[in-house]
């Protein structure tokens, strides 16, 4: 089944697989006669009997750890725990009820969601951080795309501040959701330095060999898809 739905997610959706694609992946090692067994194929010590997920979209980068704020003035980690919703594409209560509710209760003086959108009604400051607004570019008819941009734009100017990723963007928001300028910060879409991981020369080469790339040879390494919006074609003229 999980083979079968990757062949169909790679016709109907191919920017959400292989290289520079997203996905995510519920699995299942099932135990024998109740004891648990290693399984190491992977690197990572997963034990049979137990079910995991494998998220390959949102993921940090390799330099991160989960005690990377601490000391950190006015910061604290707090791990929320917030049970999911089936029906939230159409009325999305864990947005709209239980992350604020959360938020409260757990004395949050900010509320930074990065995904666009943010709960209509929240007792802290609201920061989204919108990428853009692609989709009204492509599919603005869409039911789906009409919902998203009403709740992206309320987003926006009910926001104490907006992150976004370029000067193109921001111009975006100041002229299609009416959003104010001055509460507009850029944030440019690269990690730090220390963020970033150099694999060894070993690697590299066992790479180049394995693409067939000589040492000498110059290349660019392009992960995303082909749609227009990602200027691919320009980029190779």
């Known amino acids: 089944a999980a083979v079968a739905i990757a062949y169909a997610l790679n016709v109907v959706e191919p920017q959400s697989a292989g290289i520079g694609g997203g996905g995510f992946m519920m699995i299942h090692l099932s135990g024998r006669g109740g004891d648990s067994e290693r399984h190491d194929g992977d690197g990572r010590g997963r034990e049979r ?3 995991f997920a494998i998220d390959t979209r949102e993921k940090a980068p390799g330099g991160a750890t989960p005690d990377m704020f601490a000391g950190v003035p006015n910061v ?4 929320i725990d917030i049970r999911g919703d089936r029906w939230r594409h159409l009325m999305n ?4 009820i239980r992350l604020p509710i959360a938020v409260a209760q757990h004395g949050a003086s900010v509320l930074h969601c990065p995904f666009g959108t943010a ?3 929240s007792r ?5 951080t919108i990428h853009d ?3 009204m570019d492509f599919t603005p008819d869409r039911p789906d795309v009409i919902r998203w941009f009403r709740n992206v734009r309320h987003a926006a100017r009910s926001a104490a501040a907006i992150i976004t990723g370029s000067e193109y963007s921001k111009g975006q928001l100041v002229d299609r959701l009416g959003a104010d300028p001055s509460r507009i910060h850029i944030a440019w879409w690269a990690p730090a330095d220390h963020f970033s991981r150099r694999p060894t020369d070993q690697a590299i080469d066992e790479t180049r060999r394995a693409v ?3 040492a000498d040879r110059p290349y660019l390494l392009n992960f995303g898809s082909m749609n227009p919006h990602k ?3 320009r980029l190779l003229q």
Request: proline letters at 21%; zero cysteines.
């Open 49 to 51: 009997g137990r079910t």
């Open 93 to 96: 209560p864990w947005q709209q």
């Open 231 to 233: 200027n691919s074609d």
């Open 212 to 214: 067939g790339l000589p």
């Open 133 to 135: 607004l692609t989709p």
């Open 119 to 121: 709960p209509r009604f």
């Open 124 to 128: 802290v400051p609201r920061v989204p």
């Open 76 to 79: 604290r980690f707090v791990r």
